[in-house]
């Protein structure tokens, strides 16, 4: 028959252990539990709001909306510059055959959902006013039928429409506005 130690000698910190969880008890619902590579809060845990990932961090839904807001805001003046920089210029070439697969014709009504700054329509526009110049130059006419047309630019950061406005402007399309703080109508 094999003998065993005490459990004393077994285990020399199970008393030290137990005094120490003991006093820490209280503390475990208020602190974060570390799971795998993520870790969650109580709030986290009860919450009913959905979590999704922005990034490599777990977010509610709700605050992901207010960062996703925050860096558009921040890049607003040089979004277009980091498209081309990210895309090394093929953004444009995609826009341009996204226009050409549209085909506006003079009349078309346009509203162009989270437009950003602009970029599509501005190119819709530009086909328009060209279509309408040839067709004007074809008919010895300076009937410009591009006017009955309308494209609207919306989206949900204003700090991108107001880019857009200045490049508006900058463009020639003078009648580029903002109709309210969500829309760019050029």
Same mark, same amino acid.
Request: net charge positive; aromatic share 12%; proline share 0%.
């Given at each position: 028959m094999i003998r065993r130690p005490p459990r004393s000698t077994l285990f020399p910190y199970?008393? *030290?252990?137990?005094?120490?969880?003991l006093?820490?008890?209280p503390l475990i619902s208020k602190t974060s539990y570390r799971c795998s590579e993520h870790t969650l809060s109580d709030s986290k845990i009860y919450s009913k709001?959905?979590?999704?990932?922005?990034?490599?961090?777990?977010?509610s839904e709700s605050d992901k909306v207010e960062k996703v807001y925050e860096i558009f805001k921040k890049v607003a003046d040089n979004y277009d510059r980091m498209n081309d920089? *990210?895309? +090394?210029?093929? /953004?444009?070439?995609?826009?341009?055959?996204?226009?050409?697969?549209?085909c506006p014709n003079a009349g078309i009504k346009v509203l162009d959902m989270a437009g950003g700054t602009g970029d599509i329509a501005f190119r819709i526009v530009k086909r328009l006013r060209d279509d309408a110049k040839s067709n004007? +130059?074809?008919?010895?006419?300076?009937?410009?039928?591009?006017?009955n047309s309308r494209v609207v630019v919306c989206d949900i950061n204003s700090n991108m429409l107001m880019v857009g406005?200045?490049?508006?402007?900058?463009?020639?399309?003078?009648?580029? /506005?903002?109709?309210?703080k969500r829309t760019l109508t050029l």
């Open positions: 199970t008393t *030290l252990f137990r005094s120490q969880f006093k820490a008890a709001e959905k979590q999704t990932y922005f990034g490599f961090e777990e977010v920089a *990210l895309s +090394l210029g093929i /953004h444009r070439c995609w826009k341009d055959t996204f226009v050409d697969q549209l004007a +130059l074809k008919r010895n006419s300076v009937e410009n039928k591009e006017l406005q200045e490049r508006a402007k900058s463009l020639g399309f003078l009648d580029g /506005h903002i109709g309210s």
